[in-house]
């Protein structure tokens, strides 16, 4: 009797579903990116067993709970750090790194840089809401100047940061904005960060209906402009790129600032990793390896 | 007394003391020596002063000893500092045209070479340093040949004309020796062992390699640099990912990011940075991912003394994170074991899902000891515990990644097998790692979570032996210690013995599990316990009294950067033997 070959199961939705509910706020920006996520692997048929879905602290960091793959909920600020250690003992899973701006590039500020200048191969996706939510409402390294918490009740006496233009100049290989109500948009820039090689950042707005009454899906609706609608923009041209990234006001740029392909990841650089993952090869040293360990010593 | 001899060069940072030091540790090796270099420094790359000691002898030599007996000065100052050393039989060699020696105690013999006379030193500016090992080698009675021979390996990369330069010159101070110097009465001997000549930090790295470390990564902080060394140089050959991260708390996570993966993952610091990693030792707890953690401990508070030693983070490690969760915490006795521990607390961690911590010192991580090559076990038994790797018809998606069991261990299913998707979290979960800590708490499930780990404690402890008394139980004193003081302790014995006083000692290796319980049933059968450690506080005593309810008669303490050395042990038992004192600090007579 033949064999018969089972055809590969399709992923679906349902597939990537958690095993609870998101507990955020009703109306937070955080749904449209978990819903875009889930989308980009269903499009791109990514088993959800291949994909370790990484983040750190604060609301937008409970995401790996839920969502159906490997997750790792982690210490505040140090999914990028963890996700790293994980590409680099896997490198044959798709890693998604997920979590919030004061995650990122507050706590998490040193190894956001490092991670971009690593080009270590995973798609960094910041829920940025411009405000601390998990802790009900603080100034956070995203919010603008003036800005009233709870924190700063006279307003934010500090500038904010630009994760675009931070992460231009670091290093980041596909870098990216998009808006948590724009879906398909930000679908798409999500699956071309996934399969983008090397280091993927997508800053996306996804408002705190809770805390943030300034930046609200009202405030950015009439503000982004897409820049793929834009036939003469150039996502090869660094320099346009930062030019871009510099755009705050009554026009925000979304969509893919910028992307090199001709970097190697870290994990191509790395002669120790080049014929499989770190993970299935032996862990045994070979024993005339080991002699010639001992012979130094000698 | 043991049969040894004791070499000292001093000088300058970058005057090129560190290689007589290996030139001599190679021979004396070689010879079938044993032998322990302890180089006594400070945190300059240029100038300062460094003072290096190989002791080497027929039997067991476990640190620096009480004596000098030949001091090779590289530089004025060290000849001030440290002449006042030599006793009766003691010689110095030095540069007659740079060193002016001072007055020697009597029956030290002044050993000064006429450099410029002997060697051209606009050429060769280290020919002081190749003249005395010649010197040296004479007159402790040591065929040039052996001399010969490492000298051309030592200089393998370089031109043939520079290694015939050195072997001349080592060839000259070697026979100006032999015609003006008076050799020391009793030569070197010779066995037929053969050792080789393991730093703590090398020992701790192939240690890994032997336990199968796939991952290693660091953040450079001494004294646990040359863990990272060792691994960068070997890592291609050993097929090991080694990298080096932007801070301690990247360190720790990454490697606990690829223990989740599946790989063993380690990472080596000192104080400072093990604090900064404190947070995501808890993380390696609670989401259950083995990990291990070495602190080589160097003089603190805060910055203290980098280039110093010390017992001084116990209580950091025992308190390390906040929250109760199960650790295991040893301490290695000598730098053999630096090397054998690895694989062993490997084991334990991956068994029980838990961090590992290796509580190493300065002493130890940058010492040198002659050992058995035998004990450099690449094929260790290797335990990973109960792990999943593939879906064996399991994979229905009901896999509890956090499934409460007897013993607290859940089975560990690696990420990539088909149907046992999950999420490992720092948050409190449930049994299949949904949260129980932020949509909804639940007292019952928190209990249960927290019984769950804690139950993981019978189990390590069980897999750890209780540590045994050595010596005679009916001794007049009971020396206890832990880590690396195991060797000093055991000469200070002897020494005991020879005036007539029977010392024995319980030296422990694993602090956590400490197995208390056999601790205490033992130090109160004995007559008179002291407890020796390299700190101010008596963090040892400290925690065997909370755990066990346990007082020593007495303490030996030190604290002042540098080791203990024999006689400082075996003067404070005389001394609380006769009921002088219950508290003694010996003093460090070689100042650096």
């Given at each position: 009797m033949a064999t018969e070959i089972a055809a590969p199961k399709l992923t679906t939705m349902a597939d990537l579903k958690g095993k609870v509910d998101p507990?955020?706020?009703?109306?937070?920006?955080d749904f449209g990116v978990l819903a875009a996520v889930q989308k980009a692997l269903v499009e791109l048929q990514?088993?959800?067993?291949e994909v370790a879905t990484i983040s750190g602290i604060g609301c937008s960091s409970n995401f790996p709970g839920y969502i159906?793959?490997?997750?790792m909920h982690t210490l505040h600020g140090r999914s990028l750090a963890v996700a790293t250690g994980f590409k680099m003992a896997n490198h044959g899973m798709t890693v998604l790194v997920t979590g919030g701006d004061g995650d990122g590039f507050g706590i998490g500020g040193n190894h956001f840089m490092h991670t971009m200048r690593r080009n270590v191969d995973l798609l960094y996706i910041v829920m940025d809401n411009q405000i601390y939510g998990l802790t009900t409402g603080q100034t956070s390294p995203?919010?603008?100047?003036?800005m009233k918490t709870k924190s700063m009740p006279f307003g934010n006496v500090e500038g904010p940061i630009n994760p675009i233009s931070l992460a231009l100049s670091a290093g980041a290989t596909f870098i990216a904005r998009g808006f948590s109500a724009e879906q398909k948009h930000l679908t798409e820039l999500i699956k071309q960060g996934i399969q983008h090689k090397g280091f993927s950042f997508i800053d996306v707005f996804?408002?705190?209906?809770?805390?943030?009454?300034?930046?609200?899906f009202q405030w950015f609706r009439p503000r982004v402009k897409k820049?793929?609608?834009?036939?003469?923009?150039?996502?090869?041209n660094w320099m346009a790129a930062m030019e871009k990234s510099l755009l705050w006001g009554d026009e925000i740029p979304i969509g893919k600032f910028f992307e090199r392909t001709d970097v190697p990841t870290l994990h191509e650089s790395e002669p120790v990793l080049a014929t499989e993952p770190l993970v299935k090869q032996s862990s045994r040293i070979p024993a005339d390896v080991a002699r010639a360990f001992v012979e130094e010593l000698m | 007394m043991r049969q040894s001899f004791a070499i000292g060069i001093g000088g300058?940072?970058?005057?090129?003391?560190a290689t007589p030091g290996d030139i001599f540790a190679k021979i004396f090796s070689r010879r079938g020596l044993h032998l322990n270099v302890y180089n006594a420094y400070q945190?300059?790359?240029?100038g300062g002063h460094t003072f290096l000691t190989i002791r080497t002898g027929p039997g067991k030599i476990t640190n620096m000893g009480d004596q000098i007996d030949l001091l090779i000065p590289l530089n004025q100052d060290t000849m001030d500092r440290h002449?006042?050393?030599?006793?009766?039989?003691g010689a110095c060699i030095y540069n007659a045209d740079t060193i002016k020696p001072g007055k020697p105690a009597d029956g030290v013999q002044l050993c000064p070479l006429p450099v410029s006379k002997l060697a051209d030193i606009s050429r060769n500016k280290i020919a002081q340093n190749t003249l005395a090992i010649g010197a040296a080698l004479s007159m402790t009675g040591v065929g040039f040949q052996a001399l010969e021979s490492v000298l051309t390996e030592q200089f393998r990369k370089k031109e043939k004309a520079v290694i015939d330069e050195n072997v001349g010159l080592a060839r000259v101070g070697y026979d100006y020796a032999t015609q003006n110097f008076k050799a020391f009465p009793n030569p070197l001997p010779m066995t037929d062992t053969r050792y080789a000549v393991l730093g703590g930090n090398a020992a701790m790295a192939m240690g890994g390699a032997a336990a199968g470390v796939k991952f290693y990564c660091a953040y450079p902080m001494s004294p646990s640099t040359g863990v990272l060394h060792w691994m960068a140089d070997h890592a291609r050959k050993a097929n090991i990912m080694v990298r080096q991260v932007e801070d301690e708390i990247g360190v720790i996570n990454m490697a606990i990011g690829a223990a989740h993966a599946g790989v063993r993952a380690m990472c080596a610091t000192s104080g400072g940075g093990f604090a900064l990693m404190s947070e995501a030792l808890g993380l390696s707890a609670q989401a259950e991912i083995p990990i291990v953690v070495i602190d080589c401990q160097?003089?603190?508070?805060?910055?203290?003394?980098?280039t110093k030693t010390e017992q001084g983070d116990l209580w950091q490690m025992l308190g390390a994170s906040f929250g109760d969760y199960p650790r295991v915490i040893a301490a290695p006795l000598d730098i053999g074991d630096c090397f054998t521990l690895i694989p062993e607390i490997f084991n334990i961690a991956d068994r029980f899902q838990c961090p590992g911590i290796v509580l190493c010192d300065l002493l130890l991580a940058e010492g040198r000891l002659s050992v058995d090559?035998?004990?450099?076990?690449?094929?260790p038994k290797v335990d990973r515990g109960e792990?999943?790797?593939?879906?064996?018809?399991?994979?229905?998606?009901?896999?509890?990644?956090?499934l409460i069991t007897e013993s607290g261990v859940s089975p560990r299913a690696v990420p990539?097998?088909?149907?046992h998707t999950h999420v490992v979290s720092s948050d409190e979960h449930d049994?299949?790692?949904?949260?129980?800590?932020?949509e909804y708490t639940n007292t019952v499930k928190r209990r249960a979570m927290m019984e769950k780990r804690m139950r993981k404690v019978q189990g390590i402890e069980a897999s750890v032996e209780p540590p045994k008394l050595q010596?005679?139980?009916?001794?007049?004193v009971t020396l206890v210690g832990w880590g690396s003081t195991q060797g000093v302790i055991e000469e200070a014995r002897e020494l005991l013995a020879d005036q007539g006083i029977i010392a024995s000692q319980l030296q422990i290796r694993?602090?956590?599990?400490?197995h208390g319980d056999a601790i205490a049933a033992i130090l109160k059968k004995c007559r008179h316990t002291i407890i020796i450690e390299?700190?101010?506080?008596g963090q040892f005593a400290r925690y065997l009294r909370s755990e066990t309810s346990f007082v020593a008669d007495g303490h030996i303490r030190k604290y002042d950067g540098e080791p203990f050395m024999p006689h400082h042990i075996v003067e404070a038992v005389k001394e609380q033997l006769k009921g002088t004192t219950t508290l003694s600090v010996p003093t460090h007579e070689i100042m650096v």
């Open positions: 507990d955020w706020c009703p109306g937070c920006g990514i088993p959800n067993h159906n793959t490997y997750g995203t919010s603008r100047k003036g996804s408002p705190c209906v809770t805390y943030n009454h300034d930046n609200t820049l793929e609608d834009n036939p003469e923009y150039d996502s090869t | 300058a940072a970058g005057q090129g003391v945190s300059i790359i240029r002449l006042g050393l030599l006793t009766s039989g160097r003089a603190g508070p805060s910055t203290g003394v980098p090559p035998a004990i450099l076990d690449f094929d792990m999943i790797t593939s879906p064996n018809g399991n994979g229905n998606g009901s896999y509890k990644r956090y990539g097998v088909p149907g049994e299949d790692g949904v949260l129980i800590s932020d010596g005679p139980a009916e001794a007049e694993w602090l956590v599990p400490l390299n700190n101010y506080s």
